[in-house]
């Protein structure tokens, strides 16, 4: 695995205030769009993303450390160090860590896609403080839509239904909020 180094602010996404730290280890332009890469820490407790469908790529976590509760396609299934899950396109996943000990993975989207502009922007918008993780306030579910909308080819939430998202996202954008670029 390529080394990074951590002082490189481009490679690190700081989600702290949602229990998550991520570095990334390939971008798309590393890997000409083959896939996305990066490393991430998930604090004990972490609820995870909604459940979701990735439309076009495959997603996969292999575990450094610690045990991942992966689920996937309704079935939830422990993760552990050595141990990799794959998710192909189309199949409702999320994860959580419901453990004591934070968890450590490599996560891979493959084809890289718009992923790594999906994270950047939600990386911003945690960071300025207009979006919290789980959304706890009436800007950061409309914020959260917005994004899940402006990327689903990548990314559609299954559980809340992406019809809502939409919705949601639809009323955002009259309300005149705006995502990151």
Do not use: C
């Amino acid at each position: 695995m390529k080394q990074v180094d951590k002082t490189d602010s481009n490679r690190i996404l700081d989600f702290a205030a949602a229990g998550m730290w991520w570095q990334i280890t390939k971008d798309t332009k590393d890997t000409n769009g083959a896939f996305f890469e990066a490393i991430n820490v998930l604090a004990p407790g972490l609820e995870g993303p909604p459940q979701h469908i990735h439309p076009h790529a495959e997603e996969s976590y292999q575990v450094l450390e610690g045990t991942l509760d992966v689920w996937i396609d309704g079935q939830w299934r422990l993760v552990k160090p050595g141990e990799t899950a794959t998710v192909p396109a189309g199949v409702p996943h999320t994860l959580k860590n419901s453990h004591a000990q934070e968890v450590r993975i490599i996560n891979i989207h493959k084809p890289a896609l718009g992923f790594e502009r999906f994270f950047r922007r939600m990386h911003t918008l945690i960071a300025s403080g207009k979006m919290t993780l789980p959304p706890k306030n009436f800007g950061s579910l409309i914020r959260i839509s917005m994004l899940f909308v402006a990327h689903e080819k990548e990314i559609k939430s299954t559980n809340p239904p992406h019809g809502l998202m939409r919705f949601l996202a639809f009323v955002g954008s009259t309300l005149g909020y705006k995502l990151p670029d």
